[in-house]
Nanobody, 126 residues
Framework: QVQLVESGGGLVQAGGSLRLSCAAS????????MGWFRQAPGKEREFVSG????????FYANSVKGRFTISRDNAKNTVYLQMNSLKPEDTAFYSC???????????????????WGQGTQVTVSS
């Protein structure tokens, strides 16, 4: 069982930055691939970014590539999403997720994760 708790969301102006954190419980965090997803009002949830269990592999949705950076610190059981050059269309509810198995970062965009956090709101004003 893994419990995930996100933090770091908030209100920011367009062009600004935010850093989301996702703290995981449990002693097997390093065995999970991790990902960030988001859901805007009236839209389906979409994949944002994934990272492999070691952190050596990362993958991004085209909409955030070059602006967002995912990373993880297995010693701290935490995964991060650094979001730069934010746009109003990045406004959404962001959730982190964990998936068991020998998954790549790209796999996180196509599989159904095993565990989800409660999410954090990111609002970008124009």
């Amino acid at each position: 069982q893994v419990q995930l708790v996100e933090s770091g969301g908030g209100l920011v102006q367009a062009g600004g930055s935010l850093r989301l954190s996702c703290a995981a419980s449990g002693r097997t965090f390093s065995s999970y691939a991790m990902g960030w997803f988001r859901q805007a009002p009236g839209k389906e949830r979409e994949f944002v970014s994934g990272v492999s269990w070691s952190g050596g592999s990362t993958f991004y949705a085209n909409s955030v590539k070059g602006r967002f950076t995912i990373s993880r610190d297995n010693a701290k059981n935490t995964v991060y999403l650094q979001m730069n050059s934010l746009k109003p269309e990045d406004t959404a509810f962001y959730s982190c997720a964990a998936a068991r198995g020998p998954l790549t970062a790209q796999d996180m965009g196509v599989i159904t994760p095993d565990y989800w956090g409660q999410g954090t709101q990111v609002t970008v004003s124009s």
